[in-house]
């Protein structure tokens, strides 16, 4: 059974950093794709970066040279290291995975993504 359970959210003031974690369990697939989701009040959810097992990467224009997504395959830990965050990045962020590589193009469509995390809250403070 896969299983995805992400930490390391909290509060910080805009300019900040935070470091995202998602520990991967049973997942034997040697072909995915991974993802960072976001959900702000009053938002639709939205996809943040994406990476699969032939290291492409994917990011939001909003995130960009902020946010960066990698893998640490030794402890089956996807991580989104966010820097400078702003007021704008609160949400609860999801990680989700998929047992196939997908194109840059829908890389970040959430229906694309079969297993997901509970989440984990992100505030950011003016």
């Known amino acids: 059974q896969v299983q995805l359970v992400e930490s390391g959210g909290g509060s910080v003031q805009a300019g900040g950093t935070l470091n995202l974690s998602c520990q991967v369990s049973?997942?034997?697939?040697?072909?995915?794709?991974f993802a960072w989701f976001r959900h702000a009040p009053g938002k639709e959810r939205e996809g943040v970066a994406a990476l699969d097992s032939e290291r492409s990467v994917s990011e939001a224009a909003s995130i960009q040279g902020r946010f960066t997504i990698s893998q640490d395959s030794a402890k089956n830990t996807l991580k989104l290291e966010m820097h400078s965050l702003k007021p704008d990045d609160t949400a609860v962020y999801y990680c989700a995975a998929v047992p196939k590589l997908l194109p840059a193009r829908r890389a970040m469509n959430e229906g694309e993504y079969i297993y997901w995390g509970q989440g984990t809250q992100v505030t950011v403070s003016s």
């Open positions: 049973g997942y034997t697939y040697s072909t995915y794709s």
